[in-house]
């Protein structure tokens, strides 16, 4: 019709209609991205699971135990029975660190006053230490976020008593007493890395004296049959099971941090913070990250750290010695994860350090046995070996190696004794020198 004209289009609907396109778009790439990120972290997560990782931190929890076979019933009750202020901790690791006794009479008599008053412990604790098995009950149905582990505190003020026992009883001539507290203390780390976790592996290598089981051994008079029964029970303590175990409960207890996030649990908000200091974003940021808009950026973070993980169980199954490039490694990238990738940061790290407590218990370990040989040596000939090899040529004894080399522990006459050295941490050879090697004088 002449003088008709076409309708106008509304801005605002176009404007509408390009904006809902751009949404849906945005809300396809999402979900795409999701979808890829989803099935690329199953991937990661199916070689943990094969790798030994537990699926859930419910499946973490050991199966219990009998009551009359359980050390940690005992230890509980050794536990009340400590009589220990703060300022007697210092007092033992004074006494430990030093080379009691001699010129610090104060000291020494400090610290017999200390195990006069906690005798109905150290009874307890032995009698704990001789049960086969150790189950303390933790709370394992709870999200591994507020987990906890009370015994630890307990456990390394029981093995300093046990430690400082073994000496004051070899410095009074009481041999059996002595050794009997050694073997505690082992015992004791043996069953404080029972419980599937990381931080076990602190306490147990911080437990680890040289002195104690060196002042024991050098004051007893002991025969050859019972070196030998004690080098077999020394033999039972296994280390190295518990930590590949620990390693994998470790894996599933970061991971359970990014289910908690899931579920935007309290209790994780409170982990993670305060943020690092230098992350600019700031405490907006954390809200965000938490908000179903971070689901991306979560599952990003936990594909890296999915493969750090792996690399982890790999590792736990090699000595300290062959991993330790690898452990560098590792933690090279533990300083380099992203300050944006805030339950990485706030779960992951040390598993060197931790790799070295292993190794160290284990050193201490069999540097007992092959000084337990050497006594064994001298009680049937008269006099200590000039060399490990003559020893190694001596019926009934398999020398165990020093873990942080791979060899012989270091070993030489000194005297009417005997020094027995380790490479220690630093994996060289120097001689045995006792500022740099892990060094053990018996000067008889």
Wanted: charged share 25%; net charge neutral.
């Amino acid at each position: 019709m002449a003088g008709s004209r076409a309708p106008r289009s509304n801005p605002l609907l176009f404007a509408g209609k390009i904006g809902l396109i751009v949404l849906l778009a945005v809300v396809v790439v999402y979900l795409v991205l999701l979808s890829e990120l989803r099935s690329s972290l199953q991937w990661h997560l199916n070689r943990l699971y094969a790798a030994g990782v537990p699926r859930t931190w419910a499946e973490v929890a050991p199966p219990p135990i009998p009551d009359k076979d359980n050390a940690a019933i005992r230890y509980q009750r050794a536990f009340h029975e400590l009589r220990v202020a703060p300022g007697d901790l210092a007092t033992l690791d004074s006494f430990l660190d030093d080379k009691p006794p001699g010129s610090r009479v104060t000291l020494f008599e400090q610290t017999r006053r200390i195990l006069i008053h906690n005798q109905a412990a150290l009874s307890l604790v032995k009698q704990g230490a001789a049960a086969p098995e150790c189950r303390f009950p933790l709370h394992w149905e709870q999200s591994p976020v507020v987990v906890v582990f009370p015994q630890f505190g307990p456990l390394r003020t029981c093995a300093k008593l046990l430690a400082v026992d073994a000496i004051v009883a070899a410095h009074e001539g009481d041999s059996d007493q002595a050794l009997k507290s050694c073997l505690a203390q082992f015992r004791l780390a043996q069953h404080s890395v029972s419980d599937p976790c990381f931080f076990s592996f602190k306490l147990s290598g911080v437990g680890a004296r040289r002195v104690p089981f060196t002042r024991a051994l050098e004051r007893a008079h002991i025969d050859a049959k019972t070196c030998a029964r004690l080098y077999v029970e020394l033999q039972r303590l296994d280390f190295q099971t518990p930590f590949i175990r620990a390693t994998a409960t470790e894996g599933s207890m970061i991971l359970g941090h990014f289910d908690a996030a899931e579920r935007n649990e309290p209790a994780l908000r409170d982990e993670i913070e305060p943020l690092p200091d230098d992350f600019r974003l700031g405490h907006a940021f954390l809200g965000l990250y938490l908000s179903p808009l971070g689901k991306p950026l979560r599952l990003k973070e936990e594909i890296a750290c999915a493969a750090m993980i792996e690399r982890m169980v790999e590792l736990a199954r090699q000595p300290y010695r062959e991993a330790a490039p690898a452990y560098a490694a590792l933690d090279d990238m533990t300083d380099s994860i992203p300050r944006y990738h805030l339950i990485t940061l706030a779960t992951f790290g040390y598993h060197g350090k931790l790799a070295i407590y292993r190794d160290r218990m284990i050193t201490f370990r069999n540097a007992m046995q092959v000084a337990l040989a050497l006594k064994a040596y001298r009680a049937q000939r008269g006099a200590y070996p000039d060399s490990l090899s003559a020893l190694r040529a001596y019926p009934g004894w398999k020398l165990p190696e020093d873990p942080f080399s791979g060899k012989d522990f270091g070993y030489r006459r000194q005297g009417s004794g005997f020094v027995l050295y380790s490479w220690g941490e630093d994996l060289r050879d120097d001689g045995g020198k006792p500022d740099r090697d892990v060094v053990w004088e018996f000067e008889r």
